[in-house]
């Protein structure tokens, strides 16, 4: 095979976004890593490979992709309603709030984040050359330059049309005119001026279908630190971790130096990609050598409880295999005591119609999360829309609003962090909760807000790392330790 050579960059001293309109052949991320292994510019890394793959993965999915056609927002949509009635009426079927529905079909982006040396800019070279044909516009441009043409554009748009107009949105159709897919090189967040407009700006390009793929010095979590108002940031920080597929680029190790998936636990949607992730973390949390993958099968009461792929302490199930059978706590409780890792795959969004499916779904999360357990999901949609639709959320909204129960100011009151978090993100408030038909009482109400709390829990990196033997944690020392705390939990819960 014949390596395709890269088209030149086309560059202006007078612009600030630089647009390359390309045709490049079929050559992906993993086939550049596998020529510069070959031709011993590169040693091939079992992390770095994961991370091309990653890359790979989002090359597929965007050669079926076709962004839809960019449709500015009119002037007037994007001005506040007038509270005057009279105005009210004038106004009326005339013009229509502008909406930042995030297209269905937008492939995940990736946010890949390193200490310096890890390998960004070559990673984001082989991404941004070789996008497939089909992608005839794209852009990358390192992240501060991307900023200040915004806030000259934002800065324009206030000039001519007034500072009431929300110009946010009318620049981010501006910018998707540019490209498809926008890659951003270093990616970080310090001005409280950025800080305010990111989350909408970010969403108004996706919801125009724009593609993201950014690097940066630091995981999500991590951004605007200390920074001014950061509680008005979160909202952004969700986003980015809901919409991209977040990498870490520093290779870390456990204590038989096997490398630790690069991404977090949880993946959605059921893309191409949630294969890959799925097997793995099945990899790393089983024992391929010493325990190959099989089925095995234990007894709860006398029934059998099947395990459709086993391997050391890790078990493997579709949601169909666990959830979909009628399956009770005491057969999750079996299972935590003979396995330390759980990967369910296929887990769907669950309406009021699928309550059985989440009740059961939410007994085994406590199952998981009181023994101590590590938790794989890939879901067909984000956490917190997993006992949810979105349908049901945005009903429920717009019915508190109409009564008059649910105010746009609203406290989140009596709810913890990760609920508001989550809560910021779909509009709703504490009140709405309480006040919805979303749920049957105030112990499911409770159950649900528990269950995304401790899948919240059970996805930080804390959680995680804790008794794999990782090397920066104590290696296989601390896993011993570990595995003898888990040792007394089982003898207490026999």
């Not at 013009?95 to 800019?121: C, E, F, R, W």
Request: with cysteine; aromatic share 8%.
């Amino acid at each position: 095979m014949v390596r395709p050579t890269s088209p030149p960059f086309a560059t202006s001293n007078n612009r600030l976004i630089v647009t390359v309109v390309v045709f490049p052949d079929d050559w992906g991320p993993l086939n550049e890593y596998d020529e510069r292994v070959h031709s011993r510019q590169l040693r091939d890394d079992e992390h770095q490979r994961g991370i091309v793959q990653s890359l790979q993965d989002l090359h597929d999915m965007l050669k079926d992709y076709h962004a839809p056609t960019v449709v500015h927002p009119t002037i007037e949509s994007l001005k506040p309603q007038s509270k005057s009635f009279f105005s009210s009426l004038l106004r009326r079927g005339t013009a229509k709030k502008h909406s930042t529905q995030i297209p269905s079909n937008l492939p995940k982006g990736l946010y890949m984040y390193g200490d310096v040396g890890s390998g960004k800019t070559m990673l984001m070279d082989m991404f941004y050359d070789t996008l497939p044909h089909n992608v005839t516009s794209k852009t990358r441009i390192h992240f501060h330059s991307f900023m200040q043409d915004v806030h000259k554009r934002l800065h324009a748009m206030k000039m001519e049309h007034g500072s009431d107009l929300d110009a946010i949105q009318y620049v981010a159709a501006d910018l998707a005119e540019k490209g498809s897919v926008l890659c951003f090189d270093e990616f970080q967040c310090t001005d409280v001026a950025d800080a305010m407009i990111l989350r909408s700006l970010l969403e108004g390009l996706m919801s125009h279908g724009v593609v993201l793929v950014t690097t940066s010095n630091r995981h999500p979590d991590d951004l605007y630190k200390n920074g001014i108002q950061r509680s008005s940031f979160i909202p952004c920080i969700n986003l980015l971790k809901t919409r991209l597929r977040v990498l870490n680029l520093d290779s870390m190790t456990d204590y038989r130096k096997i490398p630790r998936p690069p991404s977090g636990v949880f993946h959605h949607p059921l893309d191409r990609a949630a294969t890959g992730h799925a097997e793995k973390w099945f990899r790393f949390l089983g024992d391929m050598d010493g325990d190959p993958p099989h089925a095995a099968t234990h007894q709860v009461w006398g029934r059998n409880i099947e395990v459709p792929k086993a391997s050391g302490k890790a078990a493997m199930f579709t949601f169909s295999e666990l959830i979909g059978k009628a399956t009770s706590a005491a057969d999750y409780l079996e299972l935590v005591k003979s396995y330390d890792a759980f990967i369910i795959t296929g887990v769907p969004g669950m309406t009021h119609r699928e309550r059985d499916l989440a009740r059961r779904f939410i007994t085994f999360i406590d199952a998981i999360y009181e023994s101590r357990a590590k938790l794989v999901l890939t879901t067909a949609v984000p956490l917190f829309q997993l006992f949810m639709s979105r349908s049901e959320i945005d009903d429920a909204l717009e019915g508190g609003r109409t009564k008059g129960s649910v105010k746009e100011a609203e406290d989140h009151e009596g709810v913890d962090d990760v609920m508001r978090q989550l809560m910021d993100d779909m509009g709703m408030n504490m009140k709405m909760l309480k006040n919805s038909n979303l749920f049957s009482g105030d112990e499911e109400r409770f159950a649900f807000s528990r269950a995304l709390s401790r899948l919240s829990e059970m996805g930080s990196q804390e959680w995680v790392e804790r008794g794999l033997g990782m090397e920066h944690r104590g290696g296989l020392h601390e896993k011993e330790g570990w595995q003898r705390v888990r040792s007394r939990w089982r003898e207490d819960s026999m």
